[in-house]
C-alpha cells in the first residue's frame, strides 16, 4: 500500500468490553511500533517488533494490553476488559529495518471508553 | 535503555525569531537522532535527522546540532512562521534493529 493503514480510525466502546486495533504496514518494512497518544501528550511506547527477533513489550501498560504481528505484515492490538484511561489515540509506525530508518506513521485509530 | 529527555515542554515564539529545542540521551552508543513534528489532529512526520558521522545538518530553516560527547542535540528553526505552530519530538537510537526511543516532546506556538 501507499501507507501505514489503521483500522478502525474511530472505536467507541463500553467499559468493560475487549477491542482489536489493526495495523497494516508499508510492504517490506521489518519494524513495527506501537503507540499510545492520549490529548495533548506525547508519543507513549507500547511494543515494538522487528522482523523475526522477540518483540520488545517493555511499554505495556497492564496485561491487559497484548499485540501480535504475522511475520514481517499485519499487527492487531488488543485491549482487553477496556478502562476509560485507555481512551487515547493508539498510533502504528512501521520502517524499513528499524533503528536508523525513517519511521513512517499510520492516521491512528482514536478509541473512546465510556 | 535509552533515555531520551527533551526542552523546553512547550515554547512560544514571534513571527520570525528563532527556535531551540534541545534533547540529551543516555546510551552513548546512540547514532541516529531524527526529529518529528507533529500538527494539531496529524500523525509525527520525519522533518531532519542527523546521523553521529557528523555535527550539524542544515535544510532550509530547519537545522539540527549533535553533542557527542556531550550526549545532546538540539533543532533549531529560524525565521519562524505560523505553519511552524506543531509538537516536536526529538528520538534516538542505536544500529540497525534496535529501537527507536522518542522524548516528551514540545509544543511550539509561533505567534503571528
Do not use: M
Amino acid at each position: 500500500g501507499a501507507g501505514v493503514s489503521q483500522s478502525p480510525s474511530n472505536k467507541v466502546t463500553e467499559k468493560g468490553k475487549d477491542v482489536e486495533l489493526r495495523c497494516d504496514p508499508i510492504s517490506g518494512h521489518t519494524a513495527l511500533y506501537w503507540y499510545r497518544q492520549r490529548l495533548g501528550q506525547g508519543l507513549e511506547f507500547l511494543i515494538y517488533f522487528q522482523g523475526n527477533s522477540a518483540p520488545d513489550k517493555s511499554g505495556l501498560p497492564s496485561d491487559r494490553f497484548s499485540a501480535e504481528r504475522t511475520g514481517e505484515s499485519v499487527s492487531t492490538l488488543t485491549i482487553q476488559r477496556t478502562q476509560q484511561e485507555d481512551s487515547a489515540v493508539y498510533l502504528c509506525a512501521s520502517s524499513l529495518e528499524g533503528a536508523g530508518e525513517k519511521l513512517f506513521f499510520g492516521s491512528g485509530t482514536q478509541l473512546s471508553v465510556l | 535503555g535509552e533515555n531520551v529527555e527533551q526542552h523546553p515542554s512547550t515554547l512560544s515564539v514571534q513571527e520570525g525569531d528563532s527556535a531551540v529545542i534541545k534533547c540529551t540521551y543516555s546510551d552513548s552508543a546512540s547514532n541516529y537522532f531524527p526529529w518529528y513534528k507533529q500538527e494539531l489532529g496529524k500523525r509525527p512526520q520525519l522533518i531532519i535527522d542527523i546521523r553521529s558521522n557528523v555535527g550539524e545538518k542544515k535544510d532550509q530553516r530547519i537545522a539540527v546540532t549533535l553533542n557527542k560527547t556531550a550526549k545532546h542535540f538540539s533543532l533549531h528553526i529560524t525565521e519562524t512562521q505560523p505553519e511552524d505552530s506543531a509538537v516536536y519530538f526529538c528520538a534516538a537510537s542505536k544500529a540497525a534493529g534496535n529501537k527507536l526511543t522518542f522524548g516528551g516532546g514540545t509544543r511550539v506556538l509561533v505567534k503571528p
